[in-house]
């Protein structure tokens, strides 16, 4: 029985050439722009999340009495100047070396740095600029700030008195590799640095505010001597931190642990709203989509009442008949996915061609998921097995008897 479904809903098909083809054109604009639009506010959304988190700290475990503030100003501006004041005597984390080895045990963090952090002065010369200091091992913070690779000049090296810089900082107090600053802090400790070299972390706000030194003496500077103000984490897949945390939560009930999302509800808030708008889009071009294809068959139907009444008459049972119709169903969301997803694959490259010669280069990369892919496909094949419900049952009810003697 299938196969005879299949065999005259190819037929009708075919015979209605005009018909099928603009049917299948529908279908195919309607996959190509879901797959463009999805691809596109994918590749916006990774972009996005990478430069706000992508060289930051992912969880904090922060002291009592200090709560770390958002990445974000008011108006949705990345910023750097976590400077929350200088760090109170009870702001900080005693048995932090207790601390990390647990963590160190997670095979699901891919980065655990101590940080040693507060407010001081930068001065060279007559130049002075608040700074926010952040005291660090860097072998471990290297894993989240990614120093080496983006250290421009000199050495990334923060050992004994030498620091990094940020470029911003640099070209306000005119500093060059080698020089020496001096840098006082809240409590009125003053400590004498070399500059080892310059670091470009693509925030203005950092580049212009930052300074890393080692761990040993940015405790000594902000009185925090054996202790550290935080610890900083990082993990593979970003938006399992909020899971994560919770289970160290659990494991260390007396210090707080905040994730990018919670001090990042602006950001998240905006991505929540730039999907919805998408699949609004897309719910409405399938929608017309599966309006157009239930036309079409609805009109076949009327077309070719002559010839379901003789497949009737001839011992078509109302299934046989009505499996027609989802067979033409079937066949043309199957051809127009395909050929949607063919020409969604040529928008990306032409959208990123066109890009790239007015000057404009797209600073993210447009990849499309296997699994978008895949749902896309899918849906719109079903939506074109349900477009055929109403001709099915329209050709169901027919009468052979009446359909020939009218006919």
């Given at each position: ?127 002075t ?7 660090i ?28 810089v ?68 990082q ?18 009930p007396?210090?707080p ?21 998408s ?6 071009v ?10 079409v ?50 928008l ?58 009218n006919?």
């Open positions: 029985m299938l196969r005879f479904a299949l065999l005259m809903a190819w037929r009708f098909l075919v015979t209605s050439r005009s018909q099928t083809f603009l049917i299948i054109l529908g279908i195919t604009v309607g996959v190509a722009i879901q797959l463009f639009l999805s691809s596109l506010i994918a590749g916006l959304q990774a972009n996005l999340i990478d430069q706000t988190v992508g060289d930051a700290p992912h969880i904090l475990i922060v002291p009592e009495n200090r709560t770390p503030t958002s990445f974000l100003r008011s108006s949705g501006n990345l910023v750097a100047d976590r400077l929350a004041g200088p760090v109170k005597e009870e702001a900080k984390i005693l048995s932090w070396q207790r601390i990390e080895r647990r963590l160190l045990a997670r095979p699901d963090l891919r980065a655990v740095s101590p940080l040693v952090e507060g407010p001081g002065v930068v001065r060279r010369g007559e130049l600029k608040s700074v926010l200091l952040k005291g091992v860097l072998e471990r913070a290297d894993r989240i700030y990614e120093l080496r690779e983006r250290t421009i000049r000199g050495i990334p090296q923060t050992g004994g008195s030498g620091v990094l940020g470029k911003v900082l640099a070209e306000d107090l005119q500093l060059e590799v080698g020089d020496s600053i001096t840098i006082t802090t809240p409590s009125g400790r003053t400590g004498t640095f070399t500059v080892n070299g310059v670091f470009d972390l693509r925030s203005k706000a950092i580049n212009a505010s930052w300074i890393f030194l080692d761990l040993t003496p940015a405790q000594t500077l902000l009185d925090l001597e054996g202790a550290i103000s935080a610890i900083e984490i993990i593979d897949q970003v938006f399992q931190s909020e899971r994560i945390a919770e289970e160290l939560r659990k494991v260390f007396e210090y642990i905040e994730t990018w999302q919670t001090r990042n509800q602006q950001l998240l808030s905006a991505l929540r709203s730039q999907s919805f708008s699949y609004l889009i897309q719910f409405f399938l929608l017309a989509v599966t309006l157009g294809i239930a036309s068959l609805v009109v076949s139907v009327t077309q070719r009442i002559r010839e379901i009444g003789i497949l009737k008459a001839m011992g078509t049972t109302d299934t046989g008949v009505s499996l027609v119709f989802f067979a033409q169903g079937a066949i043309l969301g199957s051809f127009g996915s395909l050929s949607g997803a063919l020409v969604g694959f040529f990306i490259r032409l959208f990123q061609q066109a890009a790239r010669s007015s000057g404009g280069a797209i600073s993210f990369s447009i990849t499309v998921q296997p699994a978008t892919l895949l749902a896309i496909v899918v849906i719109s094949t079903v939506a074109s097995l349900l477009a055929a419900v109403s001709p099915a049952r329209q050709a169901r009810k027919l009468v052979p008897i009446e359909v020939i003697r006919g």
